[in-house]
């Protein structure tokens, strides 16, 4: 029998490091031709996060659970230090440092926050104490809600102005995704009397709607822009990525809904 400690910390290695690798990737592409020293940074944690994630895909659930707490703090370690570098690049940007660079703040400190989100899954993974799942759901909603309410702002600034039913269609996911963050915050400071069965399953089954069809709508624009049928400075493994980001989120709510009614889940292929 696989140790879950061992299936648990293999999928969130795979799955974060990839992501890890393309943020450096998307900061790299965002900076001046000058800036030469924050290019190699970005190249150096691309190379790390990708040998990582080869090495995540090498090891099975049948890897001893020792080498893999191992793999846990160094890549943790890994996570820290490109926070801190993304943290760097946040105070460069914010006294106005790389004038004419194309990051936006929000999406360096957007990428921060997924880079601190990594790192504290697999510390809490490493040291077994997991939440009782009563708090995890909500404070991984309040996480992912601000995560996929960014997605939609950040798909809104990078297509073309001319795109205006496109524009408002992300504008309009944008608006929907800052009231259930306020929702779920409410939710938070009303702990633990918010905390009923009930009333955390119409939590769950309210985001997972909201989720389904931003998720759906990242996949239209993903194969728009493949397709180079629609006009934005969008790469698209940025469609991708944001994509993969909320399906991560859908597996997640699936996984809590099944905890909460005591049901199996039905996983679907995650992507990495
Ligand atoms: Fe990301
Ligand atoms: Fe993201």
């Known amino acids: 029998m696989p140790e879950v400690f061992v299936v648990r910390s293999l999928d969130e290695i795979r799955f ?6 393309e943020h450096s990737l998307f ?9 030469t ?6 190249n150096y944690y691309y190379k790390l996060f990708e040998g990582i994630e080869q090495r995540a895909h090498a090891f099975t659930v049948n890897t001893d659970a020792q080498t893999i707490r191992q793999f846990n703090v160094e890549v943790s370690t890994a996570a820290s230090y490109i926070w801190a570098f993304k943290r760097k690049l946040l105070g460069l940007i914010l006294t106005c440092q790389l004038p004419g660079a194309n990051n936006f703040p929000l999406l ?23 939440e009782p799942v009563q708090d995890a759901i909500i404070d991984e909603n309040v996480f992912f809600l601000r995560i996929m309410a960014d997605h ?3 798909i809104s600034h990078l297509l073309d102005p001319s795109e205006r039913k496109l524009v408002q269609q992300a504008n309009d996911f944008s608006h929907d995704f800052d009231q259930l963050l306020f929702q779920a915050r409410d939710l938070d400071s009303m702990r633990p009397q918010s905390q009923t069965g009930p009333i955390l399953t119409q939590f769950l089954d309210q985001n997972r709607v909201s989720v389904k069809s931003l998720r759906d709508f990242k996949k ?3 194969d728009l822009i493949d397709a180079c049928k629609i006009k934005s400075i969008i790469h698209p493994l940025l469609a ?14 699936d996984m809590f809904e099944a905890t909460l009614t005591g049901k199996p889940a039905v996983f679907a292929e995650q992507h990495h």
């Open 220 to 222: 239209a624009a993903k």
């Open 16 to 21: 974060w490091s990839r992501i890890m690798k």
């Open 108 to 130: 360096v400190d957007h990428t921060s926050r997924e880079a601190n989100y990594f790192r504290n899954r697999l510390i809490e993974l490493n040291e077994g104490k997991l």
């Open 27 to 35: 900061l790299k592409l965002g900076f001046r031709c000058e800036d």
């Open 37 to 42: 020293q924050l290019i190699n940074e970005a």
């Open 240 to 253: 991708d990525h944001v994509f993969r980001e909320a399906e991560r989120f859908l597996a997640i709510i």
């Open 152 to 154: 939609a702002k950040f």
